[in-house]
């Protein structure tokens, strides 16, 4: 059984940074996509990121130039980089873990971007 763990959410001012991490139990780990979820309020979740088992990333075109993603196999670790933030960045940010098309996802972190 997998389980996501994510933390570094919180409250930020316009223009600052955040870094969420989200670490995995089990083995999958290292033979799984990753990607980064939200899900603003009233709105539909919605993909901002993934990072494949070899370790190629791609991001949703609003926040390209602005967003990172990483994995750590060693340490079952993915993590998102949150620059330049936008007040519309605000939401629930989840972890997902894709293995052989199950997907696995974690609780949700807040992170709200407001002055």
């Known amino acids: 059984q997998v389980q996501l763990v994510e933390s570094g959410g919180g409250l930020v001012q316009p223009g600052g940074s955040l870094r969420l991490s989200c670490a995995a139990s089990?083995?999958?780990?290292?033979?799984?996509?990753m990607a980064w979820h939200r899900q603003a309020p009233g709105k539909q979740r919605e993909e901002v990121a993934f990072?494949?088992?070899?370790?190629?990333?791609d991001y949703a075109g609003s926040v390209k130039g602005r967003f990172t993603i990483s994995r750590d196999n060693v340490k079952s670790t993915v993590y998102l980089q949150m620059n330049s933030l936008k007040p519309e960045d605000t939401a629930v940010y989840y972890c997902?873990?894709?293995?052989?098309?199950?997907?696995?996802w974690g609780q949700g972190t807040q992170v709200t971007v407001s002055s």
């Open positions: 089990g083995n999958l780990f290292s033979f799984s996509t």
């Open positions: 990072i494949t088992t070899g370790g190629n990333p």
């Open positions: 997902l873990l894709v293995f052989r098309g199950q997907p696995y």
